[in-house]
């Protein structure tokens, strides 16, 4: 049948959106006849060009009268398909919980390093909004394109210590800190790490550039470091703690002569015992300093109602403070004002090397002693020769280094002679076997004494009495 006679037999509607179009039979009579060709130069004659369903056409043509009595939809359009949703990508993925042992080069774990923090600094990107993507446009029945769809837009969910681009399109850090996810999504910047229990094999090694709060006790073998500073709501045991700022203990270093405290500034706790501990300023102990080393910018007091030292060493820049100091048993206490410690450190490894330099000094002569012979008989071979000025380069070097050490121990040893506000105070007892060091001289104490203040004068290490 050509498309006039169809036409009598066949109505054509689409749908409204132009996705769907559907055969209808007007009647049906014995003369009907057609095939898949002419009902599809039929469906074209009507406009329907695109998504024609072939296997239904045929159908219709082979077997009409299964068609005759309803709607049959014969020509199927493309919709649009929704684009990629936009997104916003963090610089750390925030999912990933990190609770497994960091693996080594040579393949081994390290059980201690279990939590890498999201660590940022200030003014560091965090986080990028990306724009959704159109996807793939559709097509009508009737060959009309029909404009892509974008997917969703995202937004960020700004929470605290954070700043965006005027564009919308990055979140920066405001402060040093831990990125964190709160309620509904909210980026933060938090410039605390908290641990609610002890520093062991669950929470590992903390490296963190903000502010680290340890609601518990740091066991032996693990390591803190902060930016910031490090409260500790419990003891130490033989751990490595280190910080820009100051270390707070509200127990007490027990250490078994492992690990270290170090703190930029000031370190607090209540008592340290067989331990280490470095601060730029102050150490400040309520109750006792027992066989520990300890090294202040400025002053160690070891207050409260014990307030004793007894053993180890103890160096600070101006004064040492404590109620009490050494035992009757005259254990041996070091206890050293008037010079920083990191001076002190460097004067003993400079007297070292002054030492290990005079030793080389020796060696070298006596071979250059043996070689200027061998070339004063014109015996001398062409590498001895080269050794001859390999040892006399390295002469010269050795004679240089050991001129720059003598010279920096005379400027170390300048600060010690200016010890005049330097002291070391006892506001109750000192016992014999304790050695007082002020500057570069020093005072071992025989006999105990009471409330005395020990102070540098004229050359020599005086007892005052104790004034507060």
Do not use: W
């Not at 749908?15 to 007007?26: G, P």
């Not at 890498?116 to 003014?123: C, H, P």
């Not at 769809?149 to 405001?174: I, S």
């Not at 820009?244 to 492992?258: D, H, M, P, R, Y």
């Amino acid at each position: 049948m050509d498309n006039q006679q169809l036409e009598s037999y066949l109505r054509i509607q689409t749908s409204v959106d132009k996705l769907s179009a559907f055969l209808t039979f007007n009647r049906m009579t014995d003369e009907f006849a057609c095939n898949a060709e002419e009902l599809e130069r039929f469906l074209h004659s009507k406009g329907i060009i695109h998504g024609l369903r072939a296997e239904v056409l045929s159908q219709i043509g082979t077997n009409p009268l299964a068609y005759c009595k309803e709607q049959t939809l014969i020509a199927q359009g493309d919709p649009p398909v929704p684009g990629n949703d936009g997104f916003v990508k963090l610089v750390y993925d925030m999912e990933k919980k990190y609770n497994r042992p960091a693996e080594l080069e040579d393949g081994k774990v390290d059980f201690k390093e279990v939590v890498q923090l999201k660590n940022v600094k200030r003014g560091q990107l965090i986080a990028e909004r990306f724009e959704p993507q159109p996807g793939p446009a559709g097509k009508t029945v009737t060959g009309e394109l029909i404009p892509p769809k974008l997917g969703k837009q995202a937004r960020f969910k700004v929470g605290k210590n954070v700043v965006v681009n005027v564009d919308q399109t990055a979140m920066y850090a405001a402060i040093d800190g831990l990125i964190t996810m709160t309620d509904k999504e909210k980026i933060n910047v938090f410039p605390v790490y908290e641990v609610n229990g002890d520093v062991d094999y669950s929470i590992g090694n903390i490296d963190f550039v903000g502010t680290v709060v340890i609601r518990g006790n740091v066991l032996s073998g693990f390591r803190i470091r902060a930016s910031g500073d490090i409260r500790v709501i419990g003891g130490v045991e033989g751990a490595e703690i280190e910080s820009e700022g100051s270390v707070e203990i509200t127990g007490g270093i027990l250490a078994g002569n492992k690990g270290y405290v170090k703190a930029g500034r000031n370190v607090r706790c209540s008592f340290i015992q067989d331990g280490n501990v470095i601060a730029g300023e102050d150490v400040l102990v309520s109750q006792s300093i027992m066989h520990s080393h300890v090294k202040a910018g400025k002053s160690v007091i070891c207050s409260g109602a014990k307030g004793l030292i007894v053993g180890g060493s103890i160096q600070a820049g101006d004064l040492v403070s404590a109620r009490t100091i050494g035992n009757s048993m005259s254990t041996a206490t070091s206890i050293e004002v008037g010079v920083k410690p990191e001076y002190r450190t460097e004067l003993l490894e400079l007297r070292m090397n002054i030492k290990q330099h005079a030793d080389n000094l020796d060696k070298t002569d006596k071979a250059l002693a043996i070689l200027d012979q061998l070339a004063a008989s014109g015996l001398i071979t062409q590498d001895k020769l080269a050794l001859r000025i390999k040892l006399t380069a390295t002469k010269r070097q050795t004679v240089l280094e050991n001129d720059q050490a003598k010279e920096r121990i005379l400027e170390i040893e300048r600060t010690l002679e200016d010890s005049d506000s330097s002291k070391v105070d006892v506001t109750n007892t000192v016992f014999g076997g304790t050695k007082i060091v002020i500057g570069r001289y020093t005072k071992f104490v025989k006999d105990s004494a009471q409330r005395v203040s020990f102070r540098y004068s004229e050359g020599d290490i005086v007892l005052m009495p104790y004034s507060t």
